[in-house]
């Protein structure tokens, strides 16, 4: 879960309720919502890191590590016009 106003990202056990620190607060800035993605036999959490303006995604792995998701929004635009 985002944990928005601390800056980091939680991972909550169902059976118990506990919420304990992953990761984020180097890097993430008020993160508000998290999604997840398979590419093929991989799965990503892609998180929308919203005072630093920017998609971040975590491969989902044994050393997840948060990295910036770029994406060229003047090549989307051109697509969508012609």
């Known amino acids: ?22 990761l984020g607060q180097e890097l993430l800035n008020q993160p508000t919502d998290i999604k997840s993605a398979s590419f093929g036999t991989t799965t990503y959490l892609l998180i929308a890191d919203s005072s630093n303006h920017q998609i971040r995604s975590i491969r989902l ?13 003047n090549e989307i635009a051109e697509t969508e016009t012609t």
């Open 1 to 22: 879960m985002a944990d928005t106003h601390n800056n980091k990202l939680k991972v909550v056990d169902p059976r118990t309720g506990e919420a304990k620190s992953w």
């Open 61 to 73: 792995s044994a050393k997840p590590k948060i990295e910036t998701l770029l994406i060229n929004f």
